[in-house]
């Protein structure tokens, strides 16, 4: 039992240096050994848990996803209506605009930088945006039609990931804050 859950951990720590390195370093830059400094583990047990990076790749996509999923369903079972749970992914997002300012998007950085050598872990990162949408869209539907939902969560995603290319590339937070505070102002005047 012990031994499991040695295993477990050392697969976990893999896992979260890979999305670490991926999200810092890109995909292309960098190695196996990198990700087994940064875990802690030897280089040679990393293709005990992975027999190859596109592997690890497709880990950090479930994982992101997973996470994504988490999220959504916490700020749902935190909060009743749908106008507070707009607002509390609003927050969420915000908490990490010094981090996307400085590095990017990890889940848009995912699905390109996977796409040559782990089609299907780009797939599955990529598809976290839709999940993103379609829960944007299940809140909206209370006050828009379903077409004014999914059109309007589409809009809601293009100014979110516009906003982080333009505060990353000039290395200027107030885009996404501003880009934030704008999408709060339309919950604002939707949930009127």
């Given at each position: 039992m012990a031994e499991q859950a040695r295993s477990k951990r050392n697969r976990d720590r893999l896992v979260n240096a890979a999305a670490?390195?991926?999200?810092?370093?890109?995909?292309?830059?960098?190695?196996?050994?990198?990700?087994?400094?940064?875990?802690?583990?030897p280089i040679g047990n990393v293709y005990y848990y992975f027999r190859s990076k596109a592997a690890l790749a497709d880990a950090v996509a479930r994982?992101?996803?997973?996470?994504?999923?988490?999220?959504?369903?916490?700020?749902?079972?935190?909060?009743?209506?749908?106008d507070q749970r707009l607002a509390a992914l609003l927050v969420l997002f915000s908490s990490s605009n010094a981090a996307r300012t400085e590095r990017g998007c990890p889940i848009a950085r995912a699905s390109r930088d996977f796409r040559n050598d782990a089609p299907d872990a780009a797939e599955r990162a990529g598809r976290i945006f839709?999940?993103?949408?379609?829960?944007?869209?299940?809140?909206?539907q209370t006050k828009l039609s379903s077409e004014e939902a999914h059109g309007r969560a589409r809009q809601w995603l293009m100014a979110w990931q516009g906003?982080?290319?333009?505060?990353?590339?000039?290395?200027?937070?107030?885009?996404?804050d501003e880009a934030i505070a704008e999408l709060n102002r339309q919950v604002a005047v939707i949930f009127a």
């Open positions: 670490e390195l991926f999200w810092r370093c890109g995909y292309d830059g960098t190695s196996l050994a990198d990700i087994a400094t940064e875990a802690g583990v994982l992101m996803d997973s996470e994504t999923r988490a999220a959504l369903s916490g700020i749902n079972a935190a909060h009743p209506a749908p839709g999940r993103i949408g379609d829960w944007l869209a299940e809140q909206l906003a982080i290319t333009l505060a990353h590339a000039g290395n200027d937070r107030s885009v996404l």
